[in-house]
């Protein structure tokens, strides 16, 4: 039905930056807020940032004034730039999209598969 395809992980330095993107795609009918979340080795998955429909924004307060959420509405994407990366922000990033189907009347949460992060010399 939907699918939310990740894409831009890497192995990266400290300092460094990385530009992650997430479409969705399949039978859409809306698509509401769009977030990213990341979870660490022996952690809990935790909100990066989300966008809302709008461009209302928020941000873990770890990640403020480094990572930056955008969307493009007309390609059911979004995107997360990640700069000045530490090797805390190491990670599995996962994004995350409240979507309403054609053929439903209510939406739902959807997760894409995740892509590996990893900030290390």
């Known amino acids: 039905q939907v699918q939310l395809v990740e894409s831009g992980g890497g192995l990266v330095q400290p300092g460094g930056s990385l530009r992650l993107s997430c479409a969705a795609s399949g039978s859409i009918f809306s698509i509401s807020a769009m977030g990213w979340y990341r979870q660490a080795p022996g952690k809990q998955r935790e909100l990066v940032a989300r966008i809302t429909s709008s461009g209302s924004t928020n941000y873990a307060d770890s990640v403020k004034d480094r990572f930056t959420i955008s969307r493009d509405n007309a390609k059911n994407t979004v995107y997360l730039q990640m700069n000045s990366l530490k090797p805390e922000d190491t990670a599995v990033y996962y994004c995350?999209?409240?979507?309403?189907?054609?053929?439903?009347?209510?939406?739902?949460?959807?997760w894409g598969q995740g892509t590996q992060v990893t900030v290390s010399s």
């Open positions: 995350a999209a409240g979507i309403v189907l054609l053929t439903a009347g209510s939406g739902a949460q959807y």
